[in-house]
């Protein structure tokens, strides 16, 4: 999926990035978000990311957010719970 944002060139110009690197940049927060909120896997990010599952773990930990947090574990506990019934 393509997304367009308009944003104003004296805008982009007064934070000194250029349009690919403003891209990456979003393309990070939006991935780091998604991925704080549980609305993607740590696979799904790398994708995102054109990052392997490995970095993509480290990437995320570098930005303060948990890799595995209790909310991953719980589910993890129940599929494991599941498949050994």
Known sequence: MN???N???????GINETEQSLTQLLKEKLALELY???QISL???AKMLSMDIYEFMSFVSKNGIPVIDD???EDEVAFA?????
């Open 7 to 13: 944003i104003p060139d004296n805008i982009c110009f």
């Open 36 to 38: 704080k909120s549980h």
């Open 43 to 45: 696979t799904q990010g």
């Open 3 to 5: 997304l367009a944002i």
């Open 81 to 85: 719970k599941s498949i050994l019934k």
């Open 71 to 73: 909310y991953d574990i």
